[in-house]
Nanobody, 131 residues
Framework: VQLQASGGGSVQAGRALRLSCAAS????????IGWFRQAPGKEREAVSC???????????YHADSVKGRFTASRDNAKNTVYLQMNSLKPEDTAVYYC??????????????????????WGQGTLVTVSS
């Protein structure tokens, strides 16, 4: 199942962006949602993970590189997951994706990249941060 990330853009360092992740036909709060990014010439990496439901099970996390700057959240009424990105840095420049695990556990974090089928990656949204 592909999720669609949106909200990317070009900003200066220190500014903020909010990415959205939407789906149709099923409820996102049933699943753990992972945020990932892939910078030019680099491998895809995990950024944040929000566990299913209200995310209070304790398994949600943010990568050390974004901790304190990025926050993942849900608006279940809108069936949307957000990634609020503050204090952006040039090294945050990447295509950002949101995804659900294709195999195995789908409800708790973390979501390993190799548990996401290549066909289940959406197009992603480009974030460019200039210095």
């Amino acid at each position: 199942v592909q999720l669609q990330a949106s909200g990317g853009g070009s900003v200066q360092a220190g500014r903020a962006l909010r990415l959205s992740c939407a789906a149709s036909g099923f409820r996102l709060d049933y699943y753990a949602i992972g945020w990932f990014r892939q910078a030019p010439g680099k491998e895809r990496e995990a950024v944040s993970c929000l566990s299913s439901g209200d995310g209070s099970d304790g398994s949600s996390y943010h990568a050390d590189s974004v901790k304190g700057r990025f926050t993942a959240s849900r608006d279940n009424a809108k069936n949307t997951v957000y990634l609020q990105m503050n204090s952006l840095k040039p090294e945050d420049t990447a295509v950002y994706y949101c995804a659900i695990a294709s195999y195995g556990n789908k409800w708790y974090c973390p979501i390993a990249i190799d548990l996401i089928d290549p066909a289940d990656w959406g197009q992603g949204t480009l974030v460019t941060v200039s210095s």
